[in-house]
């Protein structure tokens, strides 16, 4: 399974990116010393790891200390090893999902139900803590929505968040390398 791992911390003089290596981590907090090491002294440290197009795995780090996850899809758990790693001890369903507005082009237009598509995968069950992004600008439902929108790929989420965190530059200059 192929995934993009990057690392973008805050400290006193802004936002900086960096991809961080997660092969042969051998447990979550392994994880979190990789993203520590990226720089030990920032104040919010966040790892946007995508696999396959298919999962988003968001990490937080405040000060180096008290991570929080969040993850797109359990599924993910089960698909791989790092998705075992990342997201395989987190058994809480992430709730709100039904309360997530669907957009009017959802649910606007009569057709028929086989060219209907479902704004929402029906089978992602997304876990963690949704909310470890609320104070920098992107609350719990709005990176559900986010997750959830059909069309949207863990790299659009990961590009759409930090466009509001105001280091989409950075991110994207690392996936030109």
Not at 12 to 41: F, H, K, S, Y
Not at 87 to 109: I, Q, Y
Request: hydrophobic share 40%; charged share 30%.
């Amino acid at each position: 399974m192929s995934y993009f791992a990057a690392a973008v911390v805050r400290d006193e003089g802004g936002w900086n990116a960096a991809e961080v290596n997660l092969r042969g981590a051998t447990d979550i907090d392994e994880v979190a010393d990789r993203l520590r090491d990226v720089e030990p002294d920032a104040d919010v440290s966040l790892l946007f790891v995508e696999a396959d197009d298919a999962y988003l795995v968001v990490l937080r780090l405040d000060e180096g200390e008290d991570l929080r996850v969040f993850g797109s899809d359990s599924a993910y758990a089960e698909e791989s090893r790092l998705g075992a790693l990342l997201v395989g001890d987190l058994k809480t369903s992430v709730t709100g999902l039904d309360d997530v507005d669907e957009p009017p082009s959802a649910t606007a237009g009569g057709g028929d139900e086989e060219s209907e598509q479902p704004v929402v995968d029906p089978e992602a069950d997304p876990v963690g803590d949704a909310d470890l992004l609320a104070d920098l600008g992107i609350p719990a439902q709005r990176l559900l929505k986010l997750c959830s929108h059909e069309g949207m790929l863990p790299a659009d989420v990961t590009a759409e968040v930090c466009q509001v965190l105001g280091c989409a530059d950075e991110v994207e200059e690392l996936r030109e390398v």
